[in-house]
């Protein structure tokens, strides 16, 4: 072990000579910083999650509908297979972006709507704690033992 930079495992990066070539061009870099909200929003936010929902939802109803449409009445053997697998994946695609809906996306936004109320709340209480010092009112406290 040299103790030298990279040493530990932990690449050096301080200089930005590792970075892409590309983002080092100063017309991507006047467009970074031009985008750079939007872009931080793509990335930490959950507009990726949602874009991928839509997605698998769209092509799960398209892949199941093919399905349906390819398959045959007398069912012949490599077309009937495929039209069943195709139905069978659009089915589970579709149906498994409705569950994550429920079970991911809505909790989700439902949290993000109440958090600012519960935080409110919480700040008025501890706002209403300090102006109210060491005096306790009647109903805040239980009645104390003589």
Known sequence: MTGGPGSNGVPHTSSGEELDPQVR?????AWMDEHLP???RSVYGQRLLYQSLGLAFVVGL???IAGYLLRPSPPAEPLGL???LL???????WTGVVVAVFVQVIPEVKRR?????????EATRREKAR??????SG????????
């Open 62 to 64: 398209a892949a199941q």
């Open 87 to 93: 139905y069978a994946l659009g089915w589970s695609l």
């Open 113 to 121: 709507q109440i958090k600012p109320w519960l935080d409110a709340y």
């Open 139 to 146: 109903d805040d406290q239980a009645p104390r033992a003589r």
């Open 131 to 136: 102006a109210g010092g060491d005096q306790a």
């Open 82 to 84: 495929v039209a069943d």
């Open 25 to 29: 061009d100063p017309e991507v870099l």
């Open 38 to 40: 939007e872009i931080r």
